[in-house]
């Protein structure tokens, strides 16, 4: 099972199986200021997206 818990930090953290997947903060482009999310994965992979679904299956994705 895939868990996505809301730390008090109000970052995410991400699991598979009970296991840590990653952990996911919003950012915001120096650029453009937009906003977006940031996912690191346990093995040290990192990923941006536009939306917390994308990034955390890009996360998964990652996940070996």
Known sequence: MVAL?????QTYTLTY?????GYISR???LKTKERAFR???VHGDIKYASSLKTVS???LAAYH
């Open 27 to 29: 950012v915001r482009y």
């Open 39 to 41: 996912g690191v994965s």
């Open 57 to 59: 299956n890009l996360l």
């Open 5 to 9: 818990n809301k730390n008090p930090d």
């Open 17 to 21: 199986f009970g296991k840590d997947v």
